[in-house]
């Protein structure tokens, strides 16, 4: 088998690939997230609604680059 014909056959597996990778970002900015927010609010027991609050607001935004990037992954596809 060429390596033509191997990148050929790659091509169409690209995106999910490259999305795979992309996800990793999302994944770990939501782990230090949760991690830091458990460590805050162990800390700080009192500002637990403050905490939470933000906690879940930057777990909303990390969530969304994951979503645009599969939407994006898809409407890209040629």
């Given amino acids: 088998m060429s390596n ?4 050929a056959e790659v091509t169409g597996n690209l995106g999910s690939i490259g999305y795979g990778l992309a996800a990793i970002g999302p994944g770990v900015g939501i782990g230090i997230i949760f991690g ?3 460590q805050a609010i ?3 027991p009192e500002a ?3 905490i939470r609050q933000n906690m879940i607001l930057g777990f909303v935004f ?8 599969i939407a ?3 409407a890209f596809k040629a």
């Fill in 4 to 7: 033509v014909q191997l990148l």
């Fill in 36 to 38: 830091q927010g458990v």
């Fill in 42 to 44: 162990a800390r700080q």
């Fill in 48 to 50: 637990y609604g403050l």
């Fill in 62 to 69: 990390a969530e969304a680059l994951a979503l645009i990037g």
């Fill in 72 to 74: 994006l992954a898809f």
